[in-house]
């Protein structure tokens, strides 16, 4: 029998405790033990939920009992969830948890605790909820040398931007509607300002590069400017917009990394990617492309992703499941050397003067918009295109990355 | 420092010394070890080819050779690699193939011997190539009952009818593409009639449900009988046809699986798995959809997927990764009893009479071809459609599945 404690009775939470209990067998079965839930600690109590016989308020109680294997941290939040986490590796726990923000944050501290006490800190739950994408880059994509991984990794706003596209709300409209759903919380700044995608793209580059990535360190703009006319002109172009987390291998030790809301075309498995749900593209050099797409979020699929976390650290209890991340930290180019093409909306100028700046440039008109354009450059130096839109003297309206 | 044997030198065992060589060292900082191939057999020479060195032409050589840790297995076909493989493993080896005929035929068997000697038999490359599906099914999605596998498993028939739907050629313009493009081989039977994708199914619903589900136990149709015209219905319903291999759980102990052209709507992820693409969506009981996506086939990423064999196997060399396949036969209900939706084209008859035999249908009709019409029926039993088929006298001319 393996005993475990789970910290935070919230929505993952609960949803970790449905998901031992409805499927118990099977879980069982492939941990190769009996999983038991022995203690749920929240601060709160569930008078009613059978979760009231084994819920503790004091984190002393967990810490303290030997019997306690495997902690599983879905609190969320950098503190008390550092301090708890960390304490449960000292003592000998394996942990696994769904918190973006402490595995971008300490990652590298707390699995360097768990390799030198020869057991895990998984974290399969904090980027792509319920796609199993962590344990794919440590232990299935393990042949190749992946240079890129570019992601839809943020549920709420993939569905705002297909509420954008699909029925030609605004913002603001699609944010309501959001909201009303469920998807997006009261306070959407993470979501909407890129923040949540920036920790995510943070945690997977760091793995699949063997260095560790600052999400500080990673230029991030959100969808908050994204208007109804930039969804036109993508479907004129037969594109759409999507929010993706990208980054790069250029060269040996030559990496980039962004959020920001990107054109994308239909020859891209992410061009697909609608509603809630996350998409994550890698690439490897003899891979080739792959993609890993499924719910990004939501109760059960983030606890799917949990309690797999728990099943392989019941399997191994005490070996150390290698990562290839460590802490030396992964240095990003300038941006402004970074190679792209841009999508440009223009108004109150001309095709002929705008190829006087940019040169031969893909043009697009909307009937309903008279009076402006857009257009498509070819493919330059970010530091250059910023050169080159000074000189089209305040006539440029939006600016939106294109996918290549 | 693990020595390895390839057995065969052809293109995936090509590939797999490529990528060992190619991605050395972080191969071995993932293996922990140094992985060093020692041997390669192969019936013939390759004078000039670096490999000759290594080169042997008798297989005792290697299962006699103590240093000998694990041995890849990328010959194919049945005979002799079943013997090769079984003596391996007897002799305390671990062993990893992209031979999905010896998997669906002895996998039972061979995992069998492997769980006993404490070693490994692993095949992630023997169903959708260098998609890590099988390491997903075995050790990611552990916290949920699957209930349903539909993949798109063969390249070429995916390649074929991308063609078919986008360029309006027929089945043999498609194939003679295929095989100059070398995605065909000149004998296309095992693609075409769909013998590939049924043992691949078979081995995925294998691990999946935990039964051994014997291959020739299941339905399967090819797409030789597929014309331009059933994708130009296709096209005008908003939907395209796609080989789909797939196998649901329905109760306790009840499942049905087949091999069949389906039609698919653009509201499944598997619509736009076009060109070589391999797709397979998985559903899970608390993680709900999934998709994986990328090379089915190809010398590099299958040897990736097989050198990802290589070292799991490494990391694990005297410690069996459970599998929850075992060797009790998983049964299947009889296809008249499974439940579906039919695309039937008719000609000489009447929607009115078509409705008095199969009740309201969707019907679409296509300008150029006068004289005949196609209908969607309601969701029924196989059984009872073929009753029902038979009342229209003749004038079906093509019926199609319609995936749900």
Redesign the interface.
Known sequence: MINIAVLGYGTVGS?VV???N??HK??N????EEIRIKYVLDLRDFPGDPVQEILVHDYEIIINDPEVDIIVEVMGGIEPAHTFVKRALMAGKSVCTSNKALVAKYGPELMEIAREKDINFLF?ASCGG???II??LN???????IDEITGILNGTTNYMLYKMSTEGCGFETALKEAQEKGYAEADPTADVEGYDACRKIAILSSLAY?KFLNYEDIYTEGITKLTPEDMEYAKELGMTIKLLATSRKIGEDSFYAMVAPFLIG?DS?L???NDV?NGIFVH????????????GA?K??T??????D???EA?HLHRNL?T?WNSRPLKLMELDEVKGRFFVRVKGTTVEDVEKVFGKVKVVNLKNLPGEFAFITESMKQGEYKEKAKMLNGSIKAMIRVKD
Chains 1, 2 share one sequence.
């Open positions: 949803g449905e998901v031992i409805t499927n099977s879980i079965k492939r941990a190769g399969e319920g796609i199993p344990r794919a232990s299935s994509l393990t042949a190749d040398e063997g239909q498995p061009y697909s990617v749900f490897g050099n003899v891979l080739g492309d792959a993609m890993f797409y499924g719910s939501g059960l699929p606890a799917s992703a949990v309690v797999a728990v099943v392989d399997r290698m290839n």
